[in-house]
């Protein structure tokens, strides 16, 4: 990811930021952002519940590698579903969500969900 990326950071206590991304470290558990005006920022996976790429319409959407279509469940019970190689052992996974009208993909902190359900097809 370069550093011309727009995320929005959603936080598991309800705020949402916009940043353009510099670097998802997921060993250690962070986020490097760079906010408005410059300002330089590492936000931990454990403030995070995840980080939604919007959509751009002059790049082409990355198209999801084969996975389960899943839904996802957060503390706040927002539901997201989409395709996903989800992975308990890890520390989080890219998603892709059924509608991309919004958004590409969004990558889920394992720690922030409450539950997954595998749907049947």
């Not at 670097?23 to 906010?35: A, I, K, M």
């Not at 996802?72 to 998603?95: K, M, T």
């Not at 958004?103 to 394992?110: G, H, M, Q, S, T």
């Amino acid at each position: 990811m370069d550093s011309t990326t727009t995320v929005v950071l959603r936080y598991r206590d309800g705020r949402t930021e916009r940043a353009t991304l510099i670097e998802t470290d997921v060993d250690r558990q962070l986020v490097r952002v760079s906010r408005d005006g410059g300002a330089k920022d590492e936000v931990p996976f454990s403030t995070l519940k995840a980080l939604f790429f919007p959509r751009n319409e002059r790049e082409e959407s990355q198209e999801p590698a084969a996975g389960s279509t899943i839904a996802v469940e957060f503390a706040d019970g927002e539901v997201i579903r989409g395709v996903a190689q989800y992975n308990p052992e890890r520390n989080g996974f890219f998603l892709f969500p059924g509608d991309r009208s919004k958004n590409d993909r969004i990558f889920v902190v394992n720690s922030a969900i409450v539950s997954i359900e595998v749907e049947k097809l």
